[in-house]
C-alpha cells in the first residue's frame, strides 16, 4: 500500500506515468483517453511543447518571490491578458493556487468591500444547494454540496445560506413555463433577503454553470439577469464562480458573456492554467477595487504563493495558445458534435433522464425509470461503475453521486481538451456509452 494518502484508503488508483495531447499513459502503458480533462482542467491536453517552454524559461529566470515585497513580470503579465481590456468592467486581478483558495478570496474581498464603503452590517451571503465554491471551510460553507459538508457542518460558517439551483429538469413544476420558472427563482431570493434583511447580506454566489456537484446544469434564458436585478435592488454583489465552467470551457473566454450580466468579482481557476502548474484566482470589479482604495488601500488577505511566478508564466503560455489557436472556436464546434453524438447515442436511453451542458462541458444524468425520474439505490454507486468501466475501456470520465440532494442521483460529466478533434469526440462517446451500457449490466 503506498504511503501516500489517496482519496481512498482502501485502494491505490492507477499511476499515470506521462501524457500526450489527449491521452494519459498508466503504469502498464495503456493509453488511457482524457474525456475529463481530470476533473475539467487539461484544457489543451497534456504535454504542450509552448506551454512546458515558457515553465523553463521562468524557472531559468526566477522561481519564486514573496509578493509581500515583489511582484514579478509573468503575473503583471497574465494579468494584462485577463483584465487590460476591462472585460464587463473587470479592471484587476488576483492570483491564488486554486479555486478554493480563490473562492476565500472573493469572499473576503466582498467582505472588505463594504467595510471601506462603511457598511459593516452586511454579513451575510445567499449561495445555492447543489453547489461547489471549494475544500476550504469558507468555500465549503458558501458551496451546497451535502455530502461534502455533511461531516464539517460543526465548523461551519452560519453566515451563508442557501437557495435553489436553476435545475428546470427536476425542479420546475408541470406546466410551468421558462419565464414562470425563472421568476419564481427571483422570488426566491427575493425573500431569502427579505428573510436576512436586504441590508446585511453581501453577495449572492453562483456557478455561472453548475459543476461536479450537479454535472453541467445551465441556467434557464434570463436567469442570471433575474437574480442580479435582485442584488442591484439591495446593493449586493453578484460573485460568479467559473471555476470548472470558464477560461473557455463553454465555448467564451467568460461563461458570463454568454448570460448578459456581469459580476462583480468572478473566481477562476482550472483552465486558466489548464494543470500545467496550480493556479486560481478572482477578477475584479473596477467599483470594488475603488471602494477598497478609497479606504485602507490595501486587500487584507494573502498567501505564501499568490501570483507565484512559474504558475503565472504557464497561465500566460495557456491564454496565448487558446487565443492564437483560435481554440474558442474549436470548442464551439466540437461541442456542437459532443451534444450531437451524445444525444444520439442516450437520446432514447432508458436509463439517461437527461443530456445537459455547454461547449466541451457535458453530462448525463441517469435514472432508473426515465418517465418518473427515479433513481438508482445509491448503495449500488452506479456513478462509481461508470468510472470504472468507463476505464476499463480506456476512457477517463468524471462520474458523481449525490446529484439530487447530496445522497440520491447519478451523473458523470465528459470534458475533453478544447485541442480535440470530430474523431476524437466520437472515441470518447463511443466508450462513454460502452461503459454506462456496462455499468448498468452489472447491477
Not at 517552454?53 to 509578493?67: G, M, N, S, V
Not at 426566491?188 to 461536479?212: H, K
Request: aromatic fraction near 6%; charged fraction near 20%; charge should be negative.
Amino acid at each position: 500500500m503506498s504511503h501516500l494518502v489517496h482519496r481512498s484508503l482502501h485502494a491505490d488508483p492507477p499511476l499515470a506515468l506521462r501524457g500526450e495531447g489527449i491521452y494519459l499513459y498508466d503504469q502498464s502503458g495503456r493509453a488511457i483517453i482524457d474525456g475529463s480533462g481530470g476533473a475539467a482542467v487539461a484544457c489543451l491536453g497534456h504535454g504542450h511543447p509552448r506551454v512546458i517552454e515558457a515553465i523553463k524559461a521562468q524557472l531559468d529566470k526566477l522561481a519564486y518571490a514573496h509578493t509581500a515585497l515583489f511582484s514579478c513580470e509573468s503575473a503583471e503579465e497574465l494579468a494584462d491578458i485577463m483584465v487590460g481590456h476591462r472585460p464587463g468592467g473587470l479592471t484587476h486581478a488576483y492570483f491564488c493556487s486554486s479555486g478554493s483558495e480563490g473562492n476565500e478570496a472573493a469572499i473576503k474581498m466582498a467582505r472588505q468591500y463594504f467595510l471601506e464603503i462603511g457598511q459593516p452590517e452586511r454579513t451575510r451571503f445567499i449561495a445555492r444547494r447543489q453547489s461547489y465554491h471549494g475544500n476550504t471551510l469558507g468555500a465549503l460553507s458558501a458551496g451546497g454540496n451535502a455530502m461534502r459538508r455533511a461531516p464539517y457542518q460543526p465548523l461551519l460558517s452560519p453566515a451563508f445560506s442557501h437557495v435553489s439551483p436553476c435545475y428546470a429538469y427536476r425542479d420546475r413544476a408541470e406546466g410551468e413555463s421558462d419565464e414562470q420558472y425563472v421568476a419564481r427563482l427571483a422570488a426566491e431570493l427575493e425573500a431569502e433577503f427579505q428573510r436576512l434583511g436586504p441590508d446585511t447580506v453581501i453577495a449572492f454566489m453562483a456557478e455561472t454553470v453548475v459543476g461536479a456537484t450537479l454535472g453541467c446544469v445551465t441556467a434557464l434564458p434570463g436567469y442570471f439577469p433575474a437574480m442580479k436585478a435582485v442584488c442591484d435592488r439591495h446593493g449586493a454583489l453578484l460573485i460568479l464562480d467559473e471555476v470548472m465552467s470558464g477560461m473557455g470551457r463553454c465555448g467564451a473566454l467568460h461563461t458570463w458573456e454568454q448570460e448578459g450580466v456581469t459580476p462583480d468579482i468572478q473566481i477562476v481557476a482550472k483552465g486558466l492554467g489548464g494543470g500545467y502548474q496550480p493556479i486560481g484566482g478572482i477578477l475584479v470589479h473596477g467599483r470594488v477595487i475603488e471602494g477598497l482604495t478609497g479606504g485602507t488601500g490595501a486587500f487584507m488577505h494573502g498567501h505564501t504563493y499568490q501570483a507565484h511566478p512559474v504558475a503565472c508564466a504557464a497561465a500566460v503560455a495557456v491564454q496565448k495558445v487558446i487565443a492564437e489557436e483560435r481554440l474558442l472556436d474549436n470548442v464551439q464546434a466540437m461541442g456542437a458534435r459532443l451534444e450531437q453524438r451524445l444525444t444520439e447515442r442516450f437520446g432514447n436511453h432508458r436509463h439517461v433522464g437527461d443530456i445537459r451542458g455547454r461547449g466541451l462541458f457535458w453530462a448525463i444524468e441517469l435514472v432508473e425509470d426515465r418517465a418518473g425520474k427515479t433513481v438508482f439505490d445509491p448503495a449500488l454507486k452506479l456513478n462509481e461503475r461508470v468510472k470504472m468501466q468507463a476505464y476499463e475501456r480506456g476512457l477517463a470520465c468524471y462520474p458523481m453521486g449525490g446529484t439530487i440532494d447530496g445522497r440520491r442521483g447519478d451523473h458523470a460529466i465528459l470534458a475533453p481538451p478544447y485541442i480535440a478533434t470530430a474523431a476524437q469526440i466520437d472515441e470518447i462517446v463511443d466508450r462513454f456509452g460502452e461503459a454506462v451500457d456496462a455499468a448498468l449490466a452489472s447491477l
